[in-house]
């Protein structure tokens, strides 16, 4: 079994999958840095030069590669969601977790990374523009095993929630 961390842009789905693999010392893949790794270009830059539509592509393949594997961690990009072809990836071996947090604290978090990292909040970097994303993404989201709320909770407890829950179904020993 693999954990898949879906959820909006600055909703924390790399910090908790850091933390959540060395708790259940597991492996841990951060699709996003996989594709700048084979890719040797950032996100934003892919998003620049080739285009949203060709890093979903490259996205599909870094999250079937990926989900091959068992007892990893798996941090998907926010939009990973909107592909069948992933959720099919993540159906295959996965428990999947919405990180779910309010457009105004996605705005705060996002507004402290590092300039031009999110490509789709280049050009607009508001409250609308998150709301609208969310939106879109939100049937996406639902589709989720475990929703956790992460606005007022710290690390350790999304973490603590997460592998409480897959222990109770008999997926952690």
Do not use: H
Request: charged residues 30%.
């Amino acid at each position: 079994m693999n954990i898949v961390l879906i959820g909006m842009m600055g909703s924390g789905k790399s910090s908790v999958g850091k933390a959540l693999a060395r708790k259940l010392k597991w492996d841990f893949f951060d699709i996003d840095q996989l594709i700048e790794t084979e890719q040797k270009m950032t996100v934003a830059q892919i998003f620049e030069r080739k285009g949203q539509e060709e890093f979903r592509k490259l996205e599909t393949e870094a999250i079937r590669k990926t989900a091959q594997f068992d007892r990893c961690v798996i941090s998907t990009g926010g939009g990973a969601i909107l592909k069948d072809d992933n959720w099919k990836a993540f159906a295959k071996n996965g428990w999947v977790v919405w990180l779910k947090s309010k457009p105004e604290v996605l705005l705060e978090r996002v507004k402290k990374s590092k300039p031009g990292t999110r490509p789709l909040l280049k050009n607009n970097l508001s409250l609308d523009q998150i709301q609208k994303i969310a939106e879109e993404r939100a049937v996406g989201y639902q589709k989720a095993n475990q929703i956790i709320e992460n606005d007022a909770v710290t690390l350790e407890q999304i973490v603590n929630q997460i592998a409480q829950q897959l222990k109770a179904k008999g997926a952690l020993t």
